[in-house]
Structure formats: structure tokens, C-alpha cells
Nanobody, 115 residues
Framework: QVQLVESGGGLVQAGGSLRLSCAAS????????MAWYRQAPGKQRDLVAT???????VYADSVKGRFTISRDNAKRTVYLQMNSLKPEDTAVYYC?????????WGQGTQVTVSS
């Protein structure tokens, strides 16, 4: 079992930045494929970015060049640096971990971007 705890959401003006963090426990962190998803009201949950144990990030087209996913295996934490935020980035952001057949979710953190 993997436990995920997100932090770092909040309210920011368009053009601003936020950094989300997700701390993981309960598994060998370096073996987890980590990802961030987001879900806006009335919409499906969509993948934002993903990163494997030692690899580089893969991004949704809508965030390429603005968001950066990274991980610190020693701290068992994955980050999402969000720059040049837009009102359409407003959503609940969820941390996700996968290892084999197991899929785990955090509780979510709200990001609101005002215009």
C-alpha cells in the first residue's frame, strides 16, 4: 500500500507560479512511476505529467513549456512546478503512483488561477 500526501495548492493570479509537492510512503519510492492529474468541475480527470524512477517527464500538450515534473528519490517526493499559470489551469490536482498492478491516489489539492 502506498500513501500519498499533496501540498502546495492555492490561489494565484494568471501568469503566476505555484509548486505542488507529493510525499509518498509505503513502498520503494524509486520503483514508483509518479504522475500528476487534474480535474476541473464537471470534467474528467486528465493526466498532466508523469515521471518514472530515473527518467525525464512526459507532459500533456496543454502544459508543455510551462510545467515541470521532478522527483527527489531520497525525500520520497514528487514535485510539479507550474509557471505562467492560466485560468484554465484551475482544477483539483491529484498525485498518482503506479507500481505493477497497483494504482494509488492522493486526496487532491485545489489550484485556482484568477484572471
Amino acid at each position: 500500500q502506498v500513501q500519498l500526501v499533496e501540498s502546495g495548492g492555492g490561489l494565484v493570479q494568471a501568469g503566476g507560479s505555484l509548486r505542488l509537492s507529493c510525499a509518498a510512503s509505503g513502498s520503494i519510492f524509486s520503483l514508483l512511476v509518479m504522475a500528476w492529474y487534474r480535474q476541473a468541475p464537471g470534467k474528467q480527470r486528465d493526466l498532466v505529467a508523469t515521471i518514472a524512477g530515473g527518467g525525464s517527464g512526459v507532459y500533456a500538450d496543454s502544459v508543455k513549456g510551462r510545467f515541470t515534473i521532478s522527483r527527489d528519490n531520497a525525500k520520497r517526493t514528487v514535485y510539479l512546478q507550474m509557471n505562467s499559470l492560466k485560468p484554465e489551469d484551475t482544477a483539483v490536482y491529484y498525485c498518482n503512483a503506479r507500481r505493477g498492478p497497483g494504482v494509488y491516489w492522493g486526496q487532491g489539492t485545489q489550484v485556482t488561477v484568477s484572471s
